[in-house]
């Protein structure tokens, strides 16, 4: 769901993909689980992993070799 029509702004892609950013912002590279410990608390697990893949797909955070997200130059 990346933009909802009848529910919070809090449950879409968009929104938790910022937070996932901002995150990233404060420390470059975490790893997968680090980086959802430190935000757990704000979205599902399943709405982090969507998330992650959207900023994947549209070039903003990647996995480096060493299994950190962190985002795109």
């Known amino acids: 769901m990346l933009l909802p029509d009848n529910v919070n702004p809090e449950l879409s892609i968009y929104y938790n993909g910022a937070l996932i950013i901002v995150e990233l912002n404060k420390k470059k590279k975490q ?3 680090e ?3 430190n935000i ?3 979205m599902s697990f399943s709405t982090f ?8 797909l549209i070039n ?6 060493n299994d950190e ?3 795109c130059s």
């Open 31 to 33: 790893r997968v689980m």
């Open 35 to 37: 980086l959802y410990g």
């Open 40 to 42: 757990k608390r704000e």
């Open 49 to 56: 992993i969507l998330s992650l893949d959207w900023l994947y």
């Open 60 to 65: 903003v955070a990647i996995i480096n070799d």
């Open 69 to 71: 997200v962190e985002l």
